[in-house]
C-alpha cells in the first residue's frame, strides 16, 4: 500500500540525526519516497491511504540485535539464578523436549509481541531454525536467523544442517530474511567445532553470531583451557571475528579484547536487561564506543529478560552506564536511540536497507502516539521517547510498507487462538 504520513514529527536518525515538526513522509512500493515538508511532496503521488499523524511522531522501527524467539515459552521460568545455573540446571534440560511445533508457537508469539511495541527487525539465535523462519514469513518481520549450535568434531552434522538453513533462507520472505553462523560459545564449543563453523561462514559470505564474554567465571575458565585467551582473543586466534561478526553480550572484557574487536571491526550486542538479571555485570559500553567499536541492542531471550521490549532496553542502556560510570553524558539520549535503530542495522549487515528513515531505504517504521502526559512539555522529542517512552504508545508498526500493527491490532493474526495454543504448549512442555 502506498501511504502519505502528513503532520508528523519525525525522528531520521540518519546522519544528521534530524528532527522534524509538521512534516510528510511518503511510502511507495515498500519503501521511503519522500521526506519533508508538504509543501515539497512530490505532486504525482496518489497514495491509496493519507494519515493524519497530527500529535504522532515517526521513527524508524527497532532493530532487536540478539534474542532467541522461541524463548517466550520459558518466560517467568527459573528466575532469580546466575547464569550457569539458569541455563544448564533449568533451560537445557526443557530445550531438550522442544518440539516444531512449540518452537512455532514460541517464535509467533514473540513475534506478536515486537509488533506491539516497535520492533522491526531482529537478529536470532535457536534451534530449529527453519520453523522460526515460517513464523517470520507468516509474521512479516524482517529477521536474520542462524541455527543455534553447540558441539564438537563428533557434531559436524550441526554445521551441515545450519548451512542448508543458510543457503535455503538467505533472501527468503521476499528478501525479509537473511542468515548467520551461530555457534553458541567458546564453553559449549570445541576448537574443531568453532573452526568448521568459520569455514562454513566464509564458504557461505555470512557473518557469525557468538556468545562472548558473559560472565566473568566464562572468562576465567576460557583462560584457564587456551593459556590465558580471553574468550574474545581465542575466537580471533582462530578467525572468527571480522566486521561481519556479531558478539553477543561482552560484559567481561579488558583492553586487549576491545582493541581487538576495534581492530577488526567486530560488532558488540547489547544486552543491559538481560545482563542484570542474571547479575552477570555491566558491560563497558562506554569504552567500547570510544575505541570505535560498533554496539547495537538485544533483549536477550524473554526468560532471561523477560521481554522482548527494546524501548526498556533502550532506557536501561542510557540510565545504567550514567549510574555505573558517574558520567552523566556516557550514553546520550541520541547515541541510545541510534543504538537500537541504525547501529543494530549495521550490525546486521542491513545499514543500506533498513534502521532510519530515509529516501530510498526500506519502509520499517513505527508510529509513536505522543499525546499522552509523558510527553509534555514539548521539546526535543528524541529525550522524551528514550527517558519517558513506552511500548504501549505505539501506534502503528511497518515492515516494507507494510501494516502490520495498527491500534493494538494485529489483523493477520488470531491473537486469542494463538495465545491459548501457546499457553497449552508451554504448559505440556513443562510437565514432560
Known amino acids: 500500500m502506498d501511504i502519505r504520513f502528513d503532520h508528523a514529527t519525525i525522528l531520521t536518525v540518519d546522519g544528521e540525526d534530524r528532527e522534524l515538526s509538521d512534516a510528510t513522509l511518503c511510502v511507495k512500493d515498500g519503501r521511503i519516497a519522500y521526506i519533508g515538508g508538504a509543501e515539497g511532496a512530490p505532486q504525482d503521488f496518489a497514495p491509496e491511504r493519507t494519515i493524519d499523524a497530527k500529535g504522532n511522531l515517526l521513527m524508524p522501527g527497532f532493530v532487536n540485535a540478539h534474542t532467541h524467539l522461541p524463548m517466550t515459552l520459558f518466560r517467568g521460568y527459573a528466575n532469580d539464578l546466575n547464569l550457569q545455573d539458569w541455563l544448564f540446571g533449568n533451560i537445557i534440560p526443557l530445550e531438550d523436549k522442544l518440539t516444531a511445533e512449540d518452537v512455532y508457537l514460541g517464535a509467533m508469539v514473540g513475534a506478536a509481541e515486537m509488533l506491539l ?23 512479516g518481520l524482517r529477521a536474520v536467523l542462524c541455527q543455534g549450535m553447540a558441539g564438537d568434531g563428533g ?14 533462507f538467505q533472501g527468503a520472505a521476499g528478501g525479509r530474511i537473511t542468515t548467520m553462523i551461530s555457534p553458541h560459545a567458546e564453553y559449549t564449543c570445541s576448537e574443531e567445532f568453532l573452526l568448521a563453523c568459520q569455514d562454513a561462514a566464509q564458504e557461505l ?33 582462530l578467525g572468527l571475528i571480522t566486521d561481519k561478526t556479531v558478539l553477543a553480550h561482552c ?31 555491566f558491560a563497558p559500553v562506554p569504552a567500547l564506543l570510544r575505541g570505535g567499536v560498533n554496539v547495537a541492542l538485544g533483549t536477550d531471550g ?22 555505573f560510570s558517574g558520567d552523566p553524558k556516557a550514553i546520550p ?44 512539555p514539548r521539546g526535543e522529542m528524541v529525550n ?24 493494538g491490532r494485529i489483523p493477520h493474526l488470531d491473537m486469542p487462538a494463538l495465545l491459548e495454543a501457546f499457553n497449552q504448549a508451554a504448559l505440556a512442555l513443562r510437565a514432560r
Open 384 to 407: 522524551h521517547i528514550v527517558y519517558a517512552g513506552h511500548a504501549a504508545d505505539v501506534k502503528m508498526t511497518m515492515v516494507e510498507g507494510h501494516i502490520l500493527m495498527e491500534d
Open 251 to 281: 560484559v567481561a572484557i579488558d583492553s586487549g579484547d576491545l582493541e581487538t574487536l576495534a581492530a577488526r571491526g567486530a560488532h558488540v550486542a547489547h544486552n543491559p536487561g538481560s545482563n542484570m538479571k542474571l547479575a552477570s555485570g
Open 117 to 139: 511495541s516497535g520492533t522491526t527487525c531482529f537478529l536470532d539465535m535457536y534451534d530449529f531454525a527453519d520453523t522460526i523462519a515460517a513464523a517470520v514469513e507468516k509474521s
Open 205 to 237: 559470505g555470512v557473518g557469525i553470531h557468538v556468545h562472548a564474554s558473559e560472565t566473568a567465571k566464562e572468562v576465567r575458565e576460557c583462560m584457564e583451557r587456551h593459556n590465558g585467551l580471553s574468550p574474545i582473543r581465542y575466537f580471533d586466534k
Open 155 to 168: 557434531n559436524m552434522q550441526k554445521i551441515a544442517k545450519a548451512k542448508e538453513i543458510c543457503q535455503r
Open 302 to 323: 524473554a526468560s532471561s529478560n523477560n521481554n522482548l521490549d527494546m524501548w526498556e532496553e533502550m532506557a536501561l542502556c542510557a540510565l545504567m552506564h550514567k549510574g
Open 333 to 376: 539520549a541520541k547515541k541510545a536511540l541510534r543504538m537500537a535503530t541504525i547501529d543494530g542495522a549495521r550490525a546486521l549487515g542491513l545499514e543500506d536497507e533498513t534502521g532510519s528513515l530515509e529516501v530510498g531505504k526500506k519502509a520499517d517504521l513505527i508510529l509513536v502516539d505522543t499525546q499522552g502526559p509523558r510527553y509534555y
